[in-house]
């Protein structure tokens, strides 16, 4: 891949990335319907997988209304035709378990489709914890 080629890509990426934000803040299905693959599969902060549909649904339906998200420090890189996205995102949500907030380290994988778009397979999302004097660590 040549530098200038790299530098598209890239800007591809950060544009779908701000786009895939302001649809999540928004509850704009419509958009994420066209930014995540069929086969999309997410691992959220708490362990449990979330297809595409079950994403798609739980925006619609307000049940996660994110109220702000505040990205940071991210970094891309590409593998041929995926795209691996790293970013710290500080959030605010209403969820069927209450108000969350805090910060989270995410993983977002894009591979681009037979038309040439980019399309997102997966997402991973994991809460960043303060340490503390009296935490242990989750890995022994």
Do not use: C
Request: aromatic letters at 8%; a neutral charge.
């Amino acid at each position: 891949m040549s530098l200038a080629q790299k530098h598209e890509n890239r800007h591809e990426i950060d544009q779908l990335e701000d786009e895939w934000r302001e649809a999540v803040l928004t509850s704009n299905t419509r958009v994420l319907e066209t930014l995540l693959a069929d086969d999309y599969m997410a691992i959220t902060p708490s362990g449990t997988l979330q297809s595409r549909d079950e994403t798609l649904d739980s925006l619609r339906t307000g049940r996660v209304h994110f109220t702000t998200i505040t990205m940071s420090d991210r970094k891309v890189r590409f593998y041929g035709t995926t795209a691996l996205v790293t970013s710290l995102a500080s959030i605010q949500a209403k969820t069927p378990d209450g108000q969350i907030s805090g910060s989270y380290r995410y993983t977002r994988v894009y591979v681009r489709d037979a038309q040439g778009g980019w399309k997102i397979v997966s997402f991973e999302a994991s809460r960043v914890r303060e340490p503390g004097p009296h935490k242990r660590s989750e890995f022994h």
